[in-house]
């Protein structure tokens, strides 16, 4: 879920915010989505025990929110910062941690 809405938003909808370029490696970006995913997956099982569509949404757009931030921050620290880029990452970052935490809490639920 969460690589495919990274396709959707980065890929299709804003390509602008991350240009693809000729050093671009699917494998990469695929292990960086799962590694994410993984994260939210301990998060909601082992700590916060989330297994509702809600508080999926919830705490993935908040993990999301506050991972877009963080890593911003990195990635402007050592560039001129386009504040517009800045701030369309993080929301897009929160939109996808929400949605792949709502499925996450859905799939964790039904599981149980």
């Known amino acids: 879920m969460y690589w495919l809405l990274g ?4 890929g299709i909808l804003f390509p602008d915010i991350y240009p693809p370029g000729e050093e671009e490696n699917m494998v990469f970006i695929y ?4 590694t994410f ?5 301990y998060i909601f099982t082992k700590w916060a025990g989330i297994s509702t569509l809600m ?3 919830y705490a993935g757009a908040l993990i999301g929110f506050l991972y877009g931030l963080s890593m911003n ?3 402007y620290s050592s560039m001129a910062p386009n504040m517009t880029n800045m701030l369309t990452d993080v929301v897009l970052n929160a ?3 929400g949605v792949t935490g709502a499925v996450m809490g859905l799939v964790i639920g039904k599981m149980k």
């Not at 396709?7 to 980065?10: E, G, I, P, R, S």
């Not at 292990?31 to 799962?34: I, T």
């Not at 995913?37 to 997956?41: C, I, N, T, V």
């Open 31 to 34: 292990l960086g989505c799962l």
């Open 95 to 97: 939109i996808s941690g």
């Open 73 to 75: 921050f990195f990635m």
């Open 55 to 57: 508080s999926g949404l």
């Open 37 to 41: 995913a993984l994260l939210l997956g």
């Open 7 to 10: 396709w959707l938003f980065y």
